[in-house]
Structure formats: C-alpha cells, structure tokens
C-alpha cells in the first residue's frame, strides 16, 4: 500500500514538472513573439523614407541625352521601357503587355492600357512612335545601337504598334529596353534645349532640378503601386564634380550608395563600415585562335593551350583578384547558360598528352611535328594593343604559362589603328582581345558567318540560327548546352576573365541588394534607411 501511494507521488510530482515546463515553454514563445513584433514595429517606426545618391559628371536626366551610366540607372525609377531585363537576363513585359514575332522583320507590340504620364496624360502607341524616332535623329543617344534598325513605325490603334525591321536580327526584343518619353511634352521642340522638367511613366517623378540637387518624389499615381509600393518617398540626388568627391561623400556618410566598376574603389572609401555586393561585368576579355592557321587550325593544339593556362593565377596575380574566371561569353549570369558546369581546365599534364598522343615531339625545348610535309613547331605571336596595359601584363603571363610546356610565345604590341585593322581583317595568329558583353544571348558575332577566330563549324551556324525563334526557354537551354561544349571541346576562343563591379551601400541601408548588369535596382522598392 505504501508502496502505491510512494509511486503515486512520484508520478504527481513527474506530471507538475511537466506541466510547468509546458507553461515556460508557452510563455516563453509568446513573450519571444512580442519582442519580434516589438523589433518589427520598432524597424517600421524607425523607417527613414529618403534615399541619397551621388552622380559625377552630371549631363542631363533626359535619358536618351544622357551619356551618363549612373544616370541612366537612376532615370529607369522616372521613365519605363517597352520591356525590362530580368535578374537572369530574361526579357520581360513593362509598358508592353506582349509581343509577337509575326515575320522574319516584323514585331507586333500590345501596350498595357492603363498607364498615365506623370502629367496625368493618357500614355498610348504614338509615344512609342515619337520615342523610336527621336532617338534615330539623335545620332549621340546611347539606345541609337537599339533601334536603328527599326525601318518603320505604325501605330495600329491606340495601344498597338508594329515595328518592321531592315534584316532579321536575332532576339530584337533585348533591344526594346529602350525609355519611352511623351510625344506631347516634346512634340515639335528641341530636346537638348528644353528646360521643363521631363516626364515618365516610373515610379518616381522629378520634383527638383538644379545645379546642385536632383529630387525625385514618389509617384502616387504609378499603375503599379499596389502590388510595387516603395518604402521610398524621396531620393536626394547630389551632383559633383568628379568620383573623387562622390567617393569621400559615401565615405563621410552623405550618399548612401556607390556603383563602380573601378578595381582600386578601396583605395577612396576604404575597406570597412559599409555593405557591398560584386558581381561580374560586361567586360569579356579572352584569347582568339586563327582556326586558318596552319598549325592552330588543329584542334588538338588548341585543347592543349586551353589545358596550360592557369586562368586563376591570371586573375590572383595580375588582376590582384579584382576579376572573375570567365569561360564564355554568357557567364555572367544569363538563364541560358548560367547551369553550365564547366569544371576544372588547367592542367600541364593533360596539355602535354594532348600534343604527344596527337603526333606532336617535344626535343631541344620545342615541340614539333611533320604537317604536309613541312616541320612545324609550337611558336606563336600573341598580338595585343599597346594602349592597354592590363592586357599586356596578361599576354606576358600567358606567355610565361605556355613556356612551362614548351610552347614559344612572341607578344606583339601594335597601335590602336593597328588593332582595329587586325580584328577588321583577322589576321592574326592568336590575339587577346575583348568585348563589352550585351543583354542578348546572340553569338553570331563569335562563332557565325565571318566570325573572328575564322572559325567553321556549319551545325553550330544552323544552331545559331534557329535558336531565337525555338518555342520554349528549355529548347533554348539545350541549344546553348550544345554550344558552349562545342566552344570547349573545339576552342576556337579561350574565355580568360571578365570585370567586377562593385555596389557599396552604407550600414543603415535595409533590403535585399542584387544588382547586375541591366540594374542595381532591383527590389528598391522594399529598400529603406534606419
């Protein structure tokens, strides 16, 4: 009897210890959700509603005047193209609420129908009109590369225009990214010389403009604002005399945000007290082969120049690790090729194999091997532009790597009329180059008819071809699979490195910063100050 009640106990006191722990736990989870709803409120109540910019060099906001890149990535928040690039490069509706591909030449473009100027204005298809052609007669603009081969503009009703082209070219629509500005405002008036305040479609709407200070205000009335609505009211636009003094003003906590692809950019703020982001540029730097040369037309010897350079060592001791490893043209983050698994190239051991199993000797320092009857050896020029200095530094690295191998390498520097009369006739045996990257995937100029490396390959060609009107991303995807492994096995160009660029953003700036090439405004409508 004892015993029972001796258990009995026991199990009263087990139960009271259990309840108890239930009850702190409770509790205890309540009171952590009050104190996260009391930091939430706190962060909203603490919201500081005005954003600060700094622009160097300042020319004008008009963005089809502007040659200004940090202006035009602050023009994008007050005028709106026909479509926006997304963060993996995809094209996607903006004024326009779709488009068709209805010939070889011709597009078919439908505008969203409840879009207002910031005049209150109706926005319709002759603004779209008026847009293309003005930015044809101004022969400076920076969108003139997009639109100049639009041969003709009808406007079909109010909110549909047809574009019909010169030739065929390969995924238009990355060139519809242009900012549509309003017939009305500019109609029959000199743009350059017009001092009313422009405006847009955006989110935002100027308010001031001085020699001093640019001030933008949030558009109440944007189409968008319920499902985009900005933490943002104002942005405070500085206007300086030069990146120095936009430098020392983030520096001294006056801007909130830097944008640079400068690789010294430390060297002004410094390496601490603010956030940054990096992400690789347009800047594609790269070897080209002359796939008509007696020896580089073998694919075996440029598999094994591949294999020998250290692309790495490339971009760690003459970069200084202010560059990205680049392997090919898209790779800075395109849907289309951003799943490609390149793996690791450089290898001396490999390189060396390449050349022995395909016939070739290495006596005396030199590799050499009997073609068409005559002795060939391992020796190139490398040929690059005098005027860049980086790029010699990394012919001669180069250089240094293909020795290790035997491979002889001669670095020739020529002039700038020089270089361009080599890329114009290519003629070359192997030269290092580079290009400014656009949005579009198109290839034609690297791997199509008359391309650099004179390089053949005419089921690629067909490839390139067909490939901006397959029906699906997925089809696309696979097309540019094929591609890049035929880039790899067959190295008609070898990717070394491209750029970095840099978003520096002081400490109290909340939100989720991704930029890229297109913006580095992505999701700035959830951005705010504390």
């Not at 574009?163 to 990355?174: A, G, N, R, T």
């Not at 500085?238 to 640079?260: A, R």
């Not at 100029?445 to 690629?460: K, R, V």
Request: aromatic share 10%.
């Amino acid at each position: 009897m004892k015993k029972n009640k001796v258990k009995l106990f026991l199990c009263l006191c087990v139960l009271l210890v259990v309840i108890g722990i239930v009850i702190y736990l409770v509790l205890g989870t309540k009171q952590e959700d009050k104190q996260k709803s009391a930091e939430i409120k706190y962060e909203k109540t603490n919201m500081i509603t005005n954003f600060r910019l700094g622009i160097a060099k300042y020319d004008s906001i008009n963005p089809h005047i502007t040659q200004n890149k940090d202006m035009i990535q602050i023009a994008s928040l007050i005028f709106e193209p026909l479509l926006v690039i997304t963060q993996d490069y995809k094209v996607e509706n903006c004024l326009a609420k779709e488009w068709s591909k209805v010939s070889n030449k011709s597009y078919v473009i439908k505008l969203k129908e409840n879009i207002k100027w910031q005049n209150d204005s109706d926005f319709t298809a002759e603004d779209v009109k008026f847009t293309v052609e003005e930015i044809q007669k101004n022969k400076k603009s920076i969108y003139l590369e997009n639109v100049k081969d639009i041969q003709k503009v009808e406007v079909v009703d109010n909110h549909t225009i047809r574009l019909e082209l010169k030739e065929e070219i390969p995924f238009f629509e990355y060139r519809l990214i242009f900012p549509i500005i309003s017939k009305k405002q500019y109609e029959g008036k000199e743009i350059e010389k017009s001092t009313e305040l422009p405006i847009g479609t955006g989110k935002y709407k100027i308010t001031r403009l001085d020699k001093e200070i640019i001030e933008l205000t949030k558009n109440e009335n944007w189409y968008n604002i319920e499902k985009e609505d900005s933490n943002i009211k104002t942005i405070t636009i500085s206007l300086y005399e030069d990146m120095g003094e936009v430098y020392n003003n983030f520096k001294l906590g006056n801007i909130d945000l830097v944008h640079t692809s400068n690789p010294q950019y430390e060297e002004y703020i410094g390496s601490m007290g603010y956030q940054k982001k990096q992400y690789p540029g347009r800047e594609y730097d790269y070897l080209a082969f002359n796939c008509t040369n007696t020896v580089l037309q073998n694919v075996e010897v440029r598999q094994a120049i591949q294999k020998a350079i250290d692309k790495g060592k490339i971009v760690s001791s003459v970069l200084e690790e202010k560059a990205y490893v680049a392997n090919f043209p898209l790779d800075y983050g395109h849907y289309l090729t951003k799943d490609l698994e390149w793996g690791e190239v450089f290898n001396q051991e490999e390189a060396n194999k390449i050349l022995q199993d395909s016939g070739w000797q290495f006596q005396y320092g030199i590799w050499s091997k009997i073609i068409n009857g005559r002795t060939q050896t391992l020796s190139f020029t490398i040929t690059v532009s005098q005027s860049n200095q980086q790029r010699i530094k990394v012919a001669e690295e180069i250089k240094k790597q293909l020795e290790e191998i035997g491979i002889q390498i001669t670095i020739k520097k020529v002039s700038d009329n020089e270089y361009k009369r080599i890329l114009a006739n290519h003629q070359y045996e192997i030269l290092l180059t580079g290009v400014y990257n656009g949005y579009s995937p198109e290839l034609n100029s690297f791997l199509g008819d008359e391309n650099l490396a004179n390089y053949e390959n005419a089921e690629i060609n067909t490839l390139l071809k067909e490939v901006s009107t397959m029906a699906s991303a997925e089809l696309q995807k696979e097309a540019y699979q094929k591609i890049a492994e035929t880039w790899r096995r067959e190295v008609p160009y070898l990717g070394l490195y491209r750029n970095q660029v840099t978003v520096a953003y002081g400490q109290t700036v909340r939100g989720d910063v991704t930029p890229n090439n297109y913006s580095i405004l992505y999701q700035f409508s959830q951005w705010y100050r504390q």
